[in-house]
């Protein structure tokens, strides 16, 4: 996952910012917010236009990981419209998601000191990323 972490980290230093948001919005990627139901998020190419939409119905922290997830399909797998995000499928062992969620931590995370916290839990909860991504830490 070595490439993931040198991809993540040319976007941050050519973006001057880890968060999710203002690279989508600095790369021309739509972010757009719609009741989705039991989806959280999903990703889509459209002709030219790359568009991430994020279920308007969750929690914000949960939000900016499910675009930092999303963002991670933009950048590693820009021709792939991904499958729906579902709850049940979140922690997916397919391949792309394993790699978005990989990047949406890393991400998310990149720069912190975490040798603050006793746990990878308390830095997931201060985060506000899932307890199921502790394997990314």
Same mark, same amino acid.
């Given at each position: =996952?070595?490439?993931?972490?040198? /991809?993540?980290?040319?976007?941050?230093? *050519?973006?001057?910012?880890?968060?999710?948001? #203002?690279?989508? #919005?600095?790369? $021309?990627?739509?972010?757009?917010?719609? !009741?989705?139901?039991?989806?959280?998020?999903?990703?889509?190419? $459209?002709?030219? @236009?790359?568009?991430?939409?994020?279920?308007?119905?969750?929690?914000? @922290?949960? =939000?900016? &990981?499910?675009?930092? @997830?999303?963002?991670?399909?933009?950048?590693?797998?820009?021709?792939?419209?991904? !499958?729906?995000? @579902? *709850?049940?499928?979140? &922690?997916?062992? #397919? *391949?792309?998601?394993?790699?978005?969620? &990989?990047?949406?931590? $890393? +991400?998310? +995370?990149?720069?912190? #000191?975490?040798?603050?916290?006793? /746990?990878?839990?308390?830095?997931?909860? $201060?985060?506000?990323? !899932?307890?199921? =991504?502790?394997?990314?830490?």
């Amino acid at each position: =996952m070595n490439w993931i972490i040198s /991809t993540l980290e040319k976007e941050i230093k *050519k973006y001057k910012t880890n968060n999710p948001y #203002d690279i989508a #919005d600095k790369r $021309n990627i739509i972010v757009r917010f719609l !009741p989705l139901g039991n989806t959280l998020g999903f990703y889509m190419k $459209n002709v030219r @236009h790359q568009v991430i939409t994020i279920n308007s119905d969750i929690n914000d @922290h949960l =939000m900016k &990981f499910v675009c930092a @997830h999303e963002l991670g399909h933009a950048i590693l797998h820009p021709n792939e419209n991904t !499958p729906f995000l @579902h *709850k049940n499928t979140l &922690f997916s062992k #397919d *391949k792309i998601e394993l790699q978005a969620n &990989f990047f949406a931590v $890393n +991400l998310l +995370l990149y720069g912190e #000191d975490l040798k603050n916290y006793e /746990t990878k839990y308390q830095v997931l909860q $201060n985060y506000g990323i !899932p307890y199921e =991504m502790e394997r990314f830490i």
